[in-house]
């Protein structure tokens, strides 16, 4: 089949679709794809993920706008199923790789998963068929990793037996329909006719630009942006160190800064959490590893970062000495857990280091979170007999949270935010000692 035969199956909607991996990006891919007409199934290797989602049923918790009605509505009409079993992928003709790609200890990609895929999917590859690869890769991947890959697996050539590309994914929790409706694509294409080929496809449910390129642009993209994000991010948090350290506030100092024309200082914060930004920068970087590139400013941003949830223990420690006491023994509330408000998207959480640093120290640690059911229950009896409560993500339920209540839970009346969710006069005028990011 040529590839202007499979872009009239795309376009007609006759191409029968399959996504691989259908967690926080697959599933809404999938879901949306079915909802516009064509025939999707997807591939997961979690047996009780399939069950749910042949139930029709959601397993992404959280505030996650429609995409609870959209996946009921699809697997009702028959146009979307699960299955663990790779053998169903050999009647598809557009399948779509959408598979973890975290980093190790020393910041270098783990494929483990996009390997296994590949290999999985290759002896069982339709002839022509399209092989559109959306998890974030390192620079250079598709042509390094992938393409040998599925040569070897499929005994297919490219071009010449399946087609490939790489359209990294835009999407974040909370917003996952919203941002694969209305955020633009790079659309990257081992040939600029393949390249075309996949616009046909996302056409059909993006409504932003598709902008037209090869593999390695559309991989230096995706992870250039979340890399650029981090560092902003960094800046912003250095600042509110510095602020500290010399009596400023910096949520003053970045309101006045982003007055200036051409400023966007971003906000300061416990952490940064996520499967995408703590991880994206580093693969960015791995994708000049050993080719004479020295990188400074990406690993500084990360260290920045990665230090924040441990600059916290410092307020803690500071908070708990003016109150007479000391953090070893000490009985801690930390107040979320997932990396984001109103998501129970827990991957690279700040609060996981927090938590272990504070263990480490010899404090008792008691967590919430009303998004993560192990975390969940009734706030003010968790906080009851702690000696402080530090927030760590801005969850609704800590936003409405009444300061006096608060105050009357805890046994040492300490509060640490570090989102900013309370004005100092408030958490003072409820009896609290008070500490947040930023002021000095």
């Given at each position: 089949m040529s590839q202007i035969e499979l872009r009239g199956k795309i376009e007609n909607r006759s191409a029968r679709l399959a996504v691989i991996g259908l967690g926080y990006v697959g599933l809404p891919v999938a879901a949306v794809l079915a909802e516009v007409g064509f025939d999707v199934l997807g591939v997961e290797i979690r047996p009780e993920r399939v069950e749910k989602i042949n139930a029709g049923l959601s397993p992404i918790k959280g505030e996650e706008p429609g995409l609870a009605a959209l996946l009921s509505k699809v697997v009702a009409a028959g146009k979307l199923w699960a299955t663990t079993d790779y053998a169903a992928l050999r009647d598809r003709d557009v399948l779509l790789i959408d598979v973890e790609t975290p980093v190790d200890e020393q910041n270098a990609p783990r494929y483990e998963a996009l390997r296994?895929?590949?290999q999985g999917l290759g002896p069982l590859l339709k002839a022509d068929a399209l092989v559109i690869v959306e998890s974030t890769i390192a620079p250079g991947t598709m042509r390094d990793v992938v393409l040998p890959l599925l040569e070897q697996s499929s005994e297919k050539k490219l071009n010449d037996g399946f087609y490939l590309g790489n359209c990294p994914e835009?999407?974040?929790p909370g917003k996952l329909l919203k941002n694969l409706h209305m955020v633009s694509r790079v659309v990257g294409g081992m040939t600029p006719e393949t390249a075309e080929t996949m616009i046909a496809l996302y056409q059909h449910i993006v409504q932003a630009d598709l902008d037209a390129a090869d593999c390695v642009t559309a991989e230096l993209v995706k992870t250039a942006e979340n890399a650029y994000r981090d560092v902003q991010i960094a800046f912003a948090n250095e600042v509110a160190l510095i602020c500290e350290a010399v009596g400023g506030d910096v949520w003053k100092v970045r309101e006045l800064v982003n007055k200036s024309p051409?400023?966007?200082?971003?906000?300061?914060?416990?952490g940064v959490g996520?499967?995408?930004i703590p991880k994206d920068p580093w693969l960015l970087a791995y994708g000049v590893k050993g080719k004479g590139v020295p990188l400074r400013l990406i690993p500084?941003?990360?260290?920045?970062?990665?230090?924040?949830?441990?600059?916290?223990?410092?307020?803690l420690k500071d908070a708990l000495a003016e109150a007479g006491r000391g953090l070893e023994g000490a009985r801690l509330a930390v107040l979320g857990y997932a990396y984001l408000e109103e998501s129970d998207d827990a991957r690279n959480s700040p609060s996981a280091t927090l938590v272990r640093r504070l263990h480490e120290l010899g404090?008792?640690?008691?967590?919430?979170?009303?998004w993560i059911a192990?975390?969940?229950g009734d706030l003010l009896q968790r906080l009851r007999g702690c000696d402080a409560a530090v927030i760590m993500v801005a969850h609704g339920a800590y936003r409405g949270l009444d300061l006096n209540a608060l105050t009357s839970a805890l046994r040492t009346p300490i509060l640490v935010d570090g989102r900013r969710l309370f004005e100092a006069a408030q958490a003072r005028a409820a009896g609290l000692l008070y500490?947040?990011?930023?002021?000095?």
């Open positions: 296994a895929c590949l835009r999407v974040m051409m400023r966007q200082m971003h906000l300061p914060g416990a996520g499967h995408c500084a941003a990360r260290a920045v970062n990665d230090g924040m949830p441990l600059h916290i223990v410092e307020l404090a008792e640690v008691v967590i919430h979170d009303p192990e975390y969940g500490r947040r990011i930023g002021t000095a």
